[in-house]
């Protein structure tokens, strides 16, 4: 849905780029190529990469000195890339999730979610590889899981968070996509193997993992994905209305309550958290216990196992 512009409200509208003459967002996968067909840049792209790449070439406000480069979202079953005005990645907090449907300028409430209904999107920030295919696998490895590689041996991962998991989706459930994703990111899952670490020559298990109950493999993708690294200020406020922090503020006499009704932390003084990615990144899923494991450590090897599922977030 495209950003609200002129006399509409701001809920009116959603996140991606207004409408424009030339059209320039949604374009096609065959607009895309018949567009840049005189690049040799960028015309032999990938249509992941190609989507990127059509995003950052966007100026804000036909800004030439201007860095700020458009994510977008590819959509691959309709083969159309679609460029976001609203980058922001989670607005929480009374102040934006009001209720009150009167209140149609404020801000939006929302979340990153990861849901079945959204399996032919794919979100692209500026930074994508043209080798993404290699350096980012985005595939399940089946029959393994990820491990870490200690004295010659793919250990397990020794400390992992195990959660329940309905399916491999679930357990599936970040922000530089690069050109070689492909190979880099896997986005499958990777059957009949488990993650491990490299050690003196052995694919060893991950020593420390934490687990988790998961009826499949779906519930353990979700878990991997809402337990994965995030660069979401730490500072919103979850519990008092603006209303109830003036009110509490007067009372207390806590000026620090008042000011931040009006200048709440999360928007204009965040803590600029920055995760560097790291998190709860990677899981192995036992199919026969159902049994999520996710860790934080990156995994260097592959297990072969038959009742794994190695994933990513």
């Known amino acids: 849905t495209p950003v609200a512009t002129g006399n509409q409200d701001l809920k009116d509208g959603g996140f991606a780029f207004p409408p424009t003459n030339p059209l320039i967002s949604p374009m096609t996968l065959n607009g895309m190529k018949d567009f840049y067909k005189d690049n040799e840049d960028v015309k032999n792209l990938d249509e992941l990469t190609l989507c990127s790449r059509h995003a950052g070439n966007m100026n804000p406000d036909k800004d030439e000195n201007s ?52 399996q032919n999107y794919t979100y692209l920030s500026k930074n994508v590889v043209d080798n993404w295919e290699k350096v980012c696998p985005r595939k399940n490895l089946e029959n393994a899981k990820f491990g870490l590689w200690v004295d010659g041996n793919c250990e397990d991962v020794p400390h992992v968070n195990e959660f329940s998991a309905n399916d491999l989706f679930e357990c599936n459930l970040s922000k530089n996509v690069v050109d070689n994703w492909e190979k880099v990111c896997p986005r499958k899952n990777l059957e009949n193997a488990k993650f491990g670490l490299w050690v003196d020559g052995n694919c060893e298990d991950v020593p420390h993992v934490n687990e988790f109950s998961a009826n499949d493999l779906f519930e353990c993708n979700k878990l991997v ?48 958290y920055k995760s560097h990615g790291k998190g709860y990144n990677w899981g192995n899923y036992n199919t026969k216990t159902q049994k999520c494991e996710i860790f934080n450590v990156k995994p260097t090897c592959l297990i072969n196992n038959s009742s794994y599922i190695a994933t990513t977030a």
């Open 225 to 272: 994905f809402e337990l994965s690294a995030s660069d979401q200020p730490k500072q919103y406020e979850q519990h008092l209305t603006d209303y109830e922090k003036i009110k509490e503020g007067f009372k207390n006499k806590n000026a620090s309550m008042i000011k931040s009704a009006f200048l709440p932390t999360g928007a204009f003084k965040a803590d600029r």
């Open 67 to 118: 860095n700020y480069k458009y994510p977008a979202v590819y959509d691959y079953k309709d083969k159309k890339c679609h460029i976001l005005y609203i980058a922001a990645q989670e607005n929480n907090g009374p102040r934006y999730c009001n209720k009150d449907e009167s209140k149609r300028n404020s801000m939006f409430c929302f979340r990153p979610a990861k849901d079945k209904s959204l």
